[in-house]
Structure formats: C-alpha cells, structure tokens
C-alpha cells in the first residue's frame, strides 16, 4: 500500500456507459473492489468490479459520471472502500465514503477500516434470547422482538414503515445504554434531513450514527452504503462493547441497487428481473448483522413490498434472515387501524412458552385465537350482518374488534398531523389490557373509547344513559314483529340496537385523515336487509 501512494498507479478510461466505466491500466491491475479515482479534483470514484482482460478493469461509479469522458486519468487508490470509527464519529451524519454531510467539519481523530468484512465465523457468534421491548403494544405482545435479533417491517408504499421505525427509534434511545447506527438506503432525502432534525431536537444524537445513500445517489453508492454503516456498528460491537441498534430504511433499495449494478454490468436477469446474486448480496450483508460475546447487534430494517405481494423474491429473501416480521397491509391503513400491523400475518421466533412465560404465551395466543375467529366471521357480517350471528360468536366478533381498537396507538412520530399525543406502553398495562377485553370486561363500552389510547385504563366510560328503546313509532313496529317493517323505520331503528357496534371501522372521531369517514356509511345500512 505504502508503494501505491509512493508511485501512483496511473491509468485511463477506455468506455464509459452510464454507471459502468472501463479503464486501461498498462503497469498494475488494480485488483478487485479496489478504489480508482478521477475527474476534476478526484471528485469521481470508482469501485472495481471485475479485471475484463490483462490491461483493463470494469468498475461501477459510486458518484455520478458526468463528465467523464475516454482518456481521462484514472488513479488507483490501491484500497477498498473505507468507513471512518472512533468516538469522534458519534452524533454525525456521513456519505458511503465516510464523508461528512452535515454540514460540519471532517470528525477529530478517526481510524478507517475496510467497508467490506466477513461476518463472524460460527465460534465468535453468540447467541441469547432475551425481548426487547418497545412500548408498542401490538408489537410487544403478539410479535416481541429480540435484542440482537433481526426484525424487519414489510409492506408496500406509504403504509407506515418509516413512522414505525421513527416511532421505534424515538422508543428506545430513552431508555438504551448502547448506541444506534442509522443507514438510509434509497428513500426520500427529505426524510434523511427530517430524522436528523428530530433526533437532533430530541437531544438523542448523541448517542447516533447516521448514514445515507439515498435514492438521489448512483446505484453503486446505493449498494455499498449498508456496508459503511455495518463497519461503524462493528466497531462498536466489538471495540467499545456496546449494544448497538442498527436501523434500515430501507432494506429492499439495497436489492434495488445490486439489481441495477447487476443489469448495468450485462448480468443475465433471474427470476422476477432480480439479479442472480441477490441471494448472496444480501447474506452478505445480512450475515455480518450478527452478535458476539463483546456485543450484541440488534436491527431494524423496513422492507419495501413491490405491489404489496409479499412472494416477491426480495421480499422472500430478507425474511429468511429475520427473527420477527412485522407485515403491515394497506388494508389496516386505509381502515385507520395504526400502527396498521396485519397481526395474524406478522410473526417472531421469540413468542414461545419458553421466552416470554407462560401467562404471555397463552394471552397471546388466546388474542391470535380470537382474531382468526373474527377473521372467519367477517365474511359472514359482511352478508348477514351482525346480527345473525350466534350470541356467543357475536361476543366473540365485539372482543377481536376490541382488541383490534386497542391494539392501535398513538405515535409520537405522527403528533403534528394526527394532533394526538403520542404514547409508549408498558409491556404489563398492554398485557393487561388484553386480557381484560378478552374477559369481556369492556364489553359495554363503545368500540372507539379502546381506539388511540394508551394504556386500558384510558379508555373513557360508556355514556351514562344509552337510551334502550326509541319511543313509540319503532316500538310499535317492533311489538308488531313479522308484519313487514318499512324498510325507513328499520334503518332507524337497527343503529339505535347496537350503538356500538355500528360503525364498520373504528369511529375514530379524533384521526380525522384516517379512511373511517367514506367507510362507516356502509356498515350502518347492512343490517336492515337482513332483518
Ligand atoms: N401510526 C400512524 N398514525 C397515523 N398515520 C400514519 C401512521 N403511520 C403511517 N401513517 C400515515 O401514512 C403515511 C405514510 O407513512 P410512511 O411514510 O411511514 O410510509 P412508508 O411505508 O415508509 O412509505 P414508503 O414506502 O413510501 O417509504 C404517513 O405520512 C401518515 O400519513
Ligand atoms: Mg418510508
């Protein structure tokens, strides 16, 4: 390395094609993944890819190329990429290259190391299993997730990937020793610079890192990005001790970027037009999220669903390296039910009898139970009615939608546009909760007093007087019972028969973008047909 810098090893661009650059090296052959750099002041760099012959090398651009023209210098750096560590690197915000992006000096004294590293073999990994727990009742009682485990957040565009994983973030730096390492992977910008002003406002940067490639960078620096976040949260790991929790957003960019890396090398495309790699890119990267007896990793990563189908071979791929997957579904959102969490889709390998205990396991399970009974009944009240259910299913559909309501949650991530206080819950008052609605002890109250509250003791008394019967009109019809009731005083009467149950979708007088307005017409007029 010292000859390199000595006697530079010079060559030139023979072909550039967008992203793919080619250069002639008539000396050395700068060797795989090593670093050329050229253009005005070096500005340009470049990653080595593949060595096409004797003389020439294929690269990918990590920075854009325009500008770059044939013949041009290229200089070998004679090094990979690399990542700046040390204490020095805390509360900033860097690029793939480890330059800083925040408009603040280079970080004091750092070391660099190479972006890309072997995870840890078989005998360095440990592993333990302990929850970590959130403060998100959904999440801390039906899918806990585990600390050094990997935890991923599906679903397709704008269901509430990235205000989780906000909300997530902003749960646990209260309350964590360790440090977070934050890596933006082709999202929006805007969101790269509101996180930042967040946590800055939230004084938690000082226990951060933050890293972005995001989608205004080349696919390259796209694909190398996750690479310089794990070297920072590798050194924390294994040289400071710390527990670190590494956030993604988001996780499929990176398969995004490989794929367009892969198509612009000339790549035969595999299944679903994905790269034929895919599989080892991610593992690559994936594997080396791992846990040793100095630290642990813990990470969070939200995963862009194409078109919502969750078969998707990317999609596929990072489940398989998850230890609890959160699915959210567009149906939940558009139903206002947030965090919009499919429960019964959503899975974690630490809800077992033997992790949580045994009281969690069988609420849990008693909770899941009841959701798939009501899952069952839907199709049913969808063309009967509720009212044509059994009693006893009938107390069993008011439970799950109970639990359904409570399970939703304020966010202090979402305070300015829903104008509702955001709120953490306690693993016990969520657990409790449960168990008291599966009880039937809230049976009386009104569906909406369980929706974006805290904890159950929030949930507001029914109205003092729920006037049973309407006066004179409907009761006659009623005493008259199979004479044929006009269908006008029906209507009338069926929502005044069930208050509560009325809405379709959670009355949710407070969230007043959520989808329940144009919804709860329609679930108000079913039942009369039936009757
Ligand atoms: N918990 C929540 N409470 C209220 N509204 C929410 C919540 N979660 C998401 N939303 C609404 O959904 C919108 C999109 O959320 P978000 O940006 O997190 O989606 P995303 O899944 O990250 O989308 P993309 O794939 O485009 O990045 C938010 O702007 C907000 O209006
Ligand atoms: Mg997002």
């Not at 013949?71 to 990429?81: S, W």
């Not at 390998?349 to 205990?357: D, Q």
């Not at 969808?382 to 059994?390: A, C, D, P, Y």
């Not at 003092?464 to 409907?474: C, F, R, V």
Request: hydrophobic content about 40%; proline content about 8%.
């Amino acid at each position: 390395m010292i000859d390199a810098a000595h006697t530079p090893n010079l060559g030139s661009v023979v072909a550039v094609r967008g992203s793919v650059v080619d250069a002639a090296f008539d000396v050395r052959l700068p060797p795989v993944n090593s670093v050329l750099r050229t253009g005005p002041d070096d500005r340009m760099v470049i990653e080595v890819l593949a060595q096409l012959d004797a003389r020439r090398v294929r690269g990918i651009a990590l920075t854009t190329t325009q500008g770059l023209a044939r013949g041009m210098v290229v200089r070998d750096t004679g090094e990979p990429l690399r990542s700046p560590v040390g204490k020095a690197i805390i509360s900033r915000m860097f690029d793939v290259f480890g330059d800083p992006i925040d408009r603040m000096p280079a970080p004091g004294p750092v070391a660099w190391r190479d972006s890309d590293h072997a995870p840890p073999t078989l005998a360095e990994r440990s592993t333990k299993s302990e929850v970590f727990e959130t403060g998100i009742k959904a999440i801390d009682v039906l899918i806990p997730l585990e600390r050094g485990g990997k935890a991923g957040l599906f679903g397709g565009a704008g269901v509430g990937k990235t205000v989780l994983l906000t909300e997530m973030i902003h749960n646990m730096l209260g309350h964590e020793k360790g440090i977070s390492v934050f890596c933006g992977i082709g999202e929006r910008c805007r969101e790269g610079e509101e996180l930042y002003s967040a946590m800055k406002a939230a004084d938690v940067l000082k226990n951060m890192v933050m890293v972005y490639g995001q989608m205004n960078e080349p696919p390259g620096s796209r694909f190398r990005v996750g690479n310089t976040a794990l070297t920072i949260c590798e050194y924390f790991r294994d040289d400071e001790h710390r527990d670190v929790l590494f956030l993604v957003d988001n996780i499929f960019r990176f398969i995004q970027a490989g794929m367009e890396v892969s198509g612009l090398l000339g790549q035969m495309p595999s299944r679903m037009g994905y790269q034929p790699t895919m599989g080892t890119e991610l593992s690559g990267l994936e594997e080396r999220v791992a846990n040793t007896l100095h630290g642990s990793i813990t990470s969070i990563q939200a995963v862009y669903v194409p078109a919502d189908d969750l078969t998707d071979p990317a999609a596929v791929h990072v489940f398989s390296h998850l230890s609890a997957s959160i699915v959210l579904s567009r149906k939940r959102a558009s139903e206002g039910l947030y965090p919009a969490i499919e429960l019964l889709q959503s899975s974690s390998k630490m809800a077992t009898r033997a992790i949580v205990g045994d009281a969690h396991y069988e609420l849990a399970q008693a909770v899941r139970k009841t959701l798939a009974r009501y899952e069952d009944l839907k199709d049913i009240i969808s063309m009967l009615g509720m009212e044509q259910l059994s009693p006893d299913d009938r107390l069993a559909a008011g439970r799950a939608r109970r639990l359904q309501r409570f399970l939703t949650q304020p966010f202090f991530a979402t305070e300015q546009f829903t104008g509702i206080k955001g709120k953490t819950v306690s693993l016990k008052d969520s657990l409790d909760g449960c168990e008291r609605i599966l009880r039937d002890e809230y049976k009386d109250y009104p569906e909406s007093a369980l929706y974006m509250i805290g904890a159950i003791s929030e949930a507001k008394k029914p109205e003092p007087a729920p006037k049973p019967q309407p006066p004179k009109a409907a009761a006659a019809v009623a005493a008259k019972g199979a004479s044929g009731a006009p269908p006008k005083e029906a209507k009338a009467a069926a929502p005044q028969a069930e208050p509560a149950q009325a809405p379709a979708v959670p009355a949710a007088p407070k969230a007043a973008e959520a989808a329940p307005g144009p919804r709860a017409p329609q679930g108000a007029p079913k039942p009369p047909p039936s009757a």
